[in-house]
């Protein structure tokens, strides 16, 4: 049985339940049958009203209550609609709607009984009802707090989830960068040196400079899939640029290396694509000199125009 069936089941079981418990004394005393049918009538609309719960609640409430002052077997309807509406609510500001049924379903039975004449039968009858209309309040709220605590789970769930594949994620960027980028980076500097070399033919340096250029080209991407790797799901996420270029030889002075930097153009003069992939070039040059000459001066020299190489050091 689906958790939707079982749900189903439990809102019309005490429904008909307390309809029935009004109908059958009817039915097995002998009246007359314009008053039976005067009984059974409303009872029956107030069932009938009960699908509009979910979508005219307050249209539904009013005419349950009024056929609950014809007919007390209509108790089933009010009941069904106390439920939906604390379970819908649950403790919080749309409490006061299920709580004022059950005073005006409380004050319509009231008033039917008093109409009657009251007797100790009354009495009991009214505990029955007020005790039938309590009970649906509460087992509402139960159940929208259960569905809360089980939403509640799913998120943390989800939220563990998505920490769990971000990790991986930056740990496949971390292994990638470490062994790919570098294997690039080292083919795209040496057929660089051979692209300038004047005692090889210049068929050797053109192919040189291609293998070059494509090597750049790879890099690029690459980078582009590792920043795509790294970063969170906000896709809006800020990237550094050369205008954080003072946090990052911060970090490096902090660490233990003086560093030397010779910046022309002005950082603002740079595009802001070309601007992270130099940003990330200094990082990457710094974090490799920390490695490899811990505690040496290190000289970044960046400068270039459109059309000229930039050349660094």
Same mark, same amino acid.
């Given at each position: 049985?689906?958790?939707?069936?079982?749900?189903?089941?439990?809102?019309?079981? !005490?429904?008909?339940?307390?309809?029935?418990?009004?109908?059958?004394?009817?039915?097995?005393?002998?009246?007359?049958?314009?008053?039976?049918?005067?009984?059974?009538?409303?009872?029956?609309?107030?069932?009938?009203?009960?699908?509009?719960?979910?979508?005219? !609640? *307050? *249209?539904?409430?009013?005419?349950?209550?009024?056929?609950?002052?014809?007919?007390?077997?209509?108790?089933?309807?009010?009941?069904?609609?106390?439920?939906?509406?604390?379970?819908?609510?649950?403790? +919080?500001?749309?409490? !006061?709607?299920?709580?004022?049924?059950?005073?005006? +379903?409380?004050?319509?039975?009231? $008033?039917?009984?008093?109409?009657?004449?009251?007797?100790?039968?009354?009495?009991?009858? %009214?505990?029955?009802? $007020?005790?039938?209309? =309590?009970?649906?309040?509460? @087992?509402?709220?139960?159940?929208?707090?259960?569905?809360?605590?089980?939403?509640?789970?799913?998120?943390?769930?989800?939220?563990?989830?998505?920490?769990?594949? %971000?990790?991986?994620?930056?740990?496949?960027?971390?292994?990638?960068?470490?062994?790919? &980028?570098?294997? $690039?980076?080292? =083919?795209? %500097? %040496?057929?660089? &040196?051979?692209?300038?070399?004047?005692?090889?033919?210049?068929?050797?340096?053109?192919? &040189?400079? =291609?293998?070059?250029?494509?090597?750049?080209?790879?890099?690029?991407?690459?980078? @582009? =899939?590792?920043?795509?790797?790294?970063?969170?799901?906000?896709?809006?996420?800020?990237?550094?640029?050369?205008?954080?270029?003072?946090?990052?030889?911060?970090?490096?002075?902090?660490?233990?290396?003086? @560093?030397?930097?010779?910046?022309?153009?002005?950082?603002?003069?740079?595009?802001?694509?070309?601007?992270?992939?130099?940003?990330?070039?200094?990082?990457?040059?710094?974090?490799?000199?920390?490695?490899?000459?811990?505690?040496?001066?290190?000289?970044?020299?960046?400068? +270039? #125009?459109?059309?000229?190489?930039?050349? #660094? +050091?």
């Amino acid at each position: 049985m689906t958790s939707a069936t079982s749900l189903r089941l439990l809102f019309w079981l !005490p429904v008909l339940t307390a309809t029935l418990y009004y109908l059958t004394p009817l039915a097995l005393a002998p009246s007359d049958p314009g008053i039976w049918l005067l009984l059974l009538l409303p009872a029956l609309l107030a069932l009938a009203v009960l699908p509009l719960r979910h979508t005219r !609640p *307050v *249209v539904a409430s009013v005419i349950t209550l009024a056929c609950l002052a014809v007919s007390p077997a209509a108790i089933g309807g009010v009941i069904g609609m106390v439920g939906s509406l604390a379970r819908r609510t649950g403790v +919080g500001r749309g409490l !006061p709607g299920p709580v004022g049924l059950v005073a005006a +379903g409380t004050a319509v039975k009231a $008033v039917q009984l008093a109409a009657g004449g009251w007797t100790s039968t009354s009495s009991v009858e %009214m505990g029955i009802s $007020v005790s039938m209309l =309590v009970i649906a309040l509460f @087992v509402g709220l139960l159940l929208n707090a259960v569905a809360d605590s089980r939403d509640s789970r799913a998120e943390a769930d989800e939220y563990r989830a998505t920490q769990i594949r %971000m990790a991986e994620r930056a740990r496949i960027a971390r292994e990638m960068h470490d062994v790919v &980028a570098h294997r $690039v980076s080292l =083919v795209a %500097m %040496m057929s660089g &040196a051979l692209a300038y070399r004047e005692d090889l033919p210049a068929d050797v340096r053109d192919a &040189a400079g =291609v293998i070059r250029d494509n090597s750049r080209r790879a890099l690029d991407e690459l980078r @582009v =899939v590792l920043a795509d790797l790294r970063s969170t799901d906000d896709p809006e996420a800020p990237q550094p640029t050369l205008a954080n270029l003072d946090d990052l030889l911060a970090e490096a002075e902090a660490a233990g290396s003086a @560093v030397d930097l010779q910046l022309d153009p002005a950082p603002e003069d740079v595009p802001e694509r070309l601007s992270r992939h130099l940003y990330r070039m200094v990082q990457e040059g710094l974090t490799n000199a920390r490695r490899h000459a811990p505690g040496q001066e290190v000289t970044v020299r960046l400068a +270039g #125009s459109p059309g000229r190489a930039s050349p #660094s +050091g």
